[in-house]
């Protein structure tokens, strides 16, 4: 069973997707913000997607990307942007930081676990 | 002056003479004023309990609480110091102490009420709302509400713009909102008990134990978030956005008095507002309501106002996945 990392400050959303993708079969971890996740990601070595929030308090989605990367050394982690933001320069950052999917809130269910199922696949 | 029909205001009336009324009927009809007759004088609980309200007319002669005229005018104003005063008197010679621009806005006669007009465009539909903007913000709003509310109904009044500064219900979410053209705050107002009974019916994404209030804020963070998310990608002109622009930089305090439930943005300008009333779909009954507010206190440039999804390669569809 593949495990998830969901990382957003909202609590709505933390629980929206982590429901729809434990319906599907997949484990879910969650942390507040991108400080937390990287920690989740430090101490579990079983989750091999994280979909994370990008404007979130004490760290951002995208430096927590960036990280990910440089601090942690981990570049085979799938990462998923789920956010209000669709400014192609942040979108860009996204990129360069491996980031794989970017989806636009409002969300839909199936989106997301399409995206999971293709990427973890 | 706003060009769009559809914004409307509110107005408390103190009148006692019935060819008054009907001369003030049909001028607030007229200037898409909605006129809230006080029908019981004896209290200034009125005041007090009407938030959203534009201004205040009042007549020399009515009395609340053993006051009228110009003491009356007084008390209103020291209540409600943000709220314009229309006031009307049967001989202008009488009126010594008072004079527009301090306690009233404007002092009017039944027969020479051209005061009102130029005051109502001063005063209260001072700021140009282009329609499109008005419209995206309500659409923007509908769908980040019912990402997260579920089988509800939405009702929705005509926008419409206060000057009071009172907040209302028990909890705001409030967030900045800022482009090349606009700047200022988003606010988000309802119950708690109304969003709790929603989540213990499952009509939220959370679970329905989740009823904490921390939860509670969530919910209405994430749906300001969303609004807000949505009004950037649509209205925000991205392109001429620098970061490092100085006037961006440019902040001033906000003040909150939770003894008078007020908030102050720094800025007399009439605030745009809209009321939405969240009902159940199977039974119609009202679960929550939301009332929801922009104040553009630090920049308002209409004229640069654009709609940023008429162009293919900017349009977003929500809700998709776009794979690098």
């Not at chain 2, 006692?16 to 019981?40: F, M, P, R, V």
């Not at chain 2, 009228?68 to 209103?76: F, P, R």
């Not at chain 2, 903007?133 to 509800?152: F, Y």
């Not at chain 2, 900045?176 to 700047?183: G, L, N, V």
Request: hydrophobic residues 35%.
């Amino acid at each position: 069973m593949a495990q998830v990392l969901v990382v957003d400050d909202s609590a709505t959303v933390r629980n929206e997707v982590s429901t729809f993708l434990k319906n599907n079969g997949f484990a879910v971890e969650t942390a507040d913000d991108g400080k937390q996740g990287l920690d989740k990601l430090r101490s579990d070595s079983a989750i091999k997607l994280v979909i994370s929030d990008v404007n979130m308090p004490n760290m951002d989605g995208l430096t927590m990307a960036e990280k990910i990367r440089s601090e942690l050394g981990n570049q085979t982690v799938n990462i998923i942007m789920l956010t209000t933001e669709s400014d192609p320069r942040m979108k860009e950052r996204g990129k360069a930081a491996g980031v794989k999917g970017w989806i636009v809130k409002p969300f839909k269910g199936d989106a997301i676990v399409g995206a999971v199922r293709k990427l973890v696949s | 002056m706003t060009d769009s029909h559809d914004i409307k205001t509110k107005a408390l009336i103190f009148e006692h003479d019935g060819e008054a009324d009907n001369i003030l009927k049909e001028l607030c009809q007229s200037h898409s004023i909605t006129g809230l007759k006080a029908s019981n004088p004896s209290t200034f609980d009125l005041l007090n309990s009407n938030t959203d309200l534009g201004a205040v007319f009042v007549s020399d002669k009515f009395i609340v609480e053993d006051q009228h005229g110009e003491s009356l005018v007084k008390t209103i104003h020291k209540l409600r110091p943000e709220l314009p005063i229309f006031y009307r008197v049967e001989d202008t010679s009488s009126v010594k102490a008072l004079t527009p621009g301090q306690n009233v806005s404007c002092v009017y006669q039944l027969d020479k009420f051209d005061c009102i007009e130029q005051t109502i465009s001063k005063h209260i539909f001072s700021t140009h709302y282009p329609t499109p903007l008005v419209q995206g913000m309500k659409e923007i709003s509908l769908d980040a509400i019912q990402s997260n509310i579920r089988n509800c109904v939405i009702e929705i009044d005509s926008p419409y713009l206060v000057k009071d500064q009172i907040i209302y219900g028990e909890l705001m979410s409030l967030i900045p909102i800022e482009s090349s053209w606009y700047r200022g705050y988003m606010m988000l107002q309802t119950t708690e008990a109304e969003v709790i009974s929603m989540i213990e019916n499952g009509m939220t994404p959370l679970n329905p134990k989740d009823t904490d209030f921390r939860f509670v804020n969530s919910l209405l963070n994430e749906i300001a978030n969303m609004i807000w998310g949505g009004i950037k990608r649509k209205f925000a002109d991205k392109d001429n956005m620098q970061a490092d622009d100085s006037s961006l930089r440019t902040q001033v305090p906000i003040s909150v008095n939770h003894f008078h439930k007020y908030i102050s943005f720094g800025t007399t300008e009439p605030q745009l507002c809209f009321h939405y009333r969240i009902k159940n779909e199977f039974d119609e009954t009202q679960c929550v309501e939301l009332y929801q507010k922009f104040v553009f206190n630090l920049a308002w440039l209409p004229e640069n106002f654009q709609e940023t999804n008429d162009t293919v390669e900017e349009m977003v569809d929500s809700g998709e996945l776009e794979l690098f």
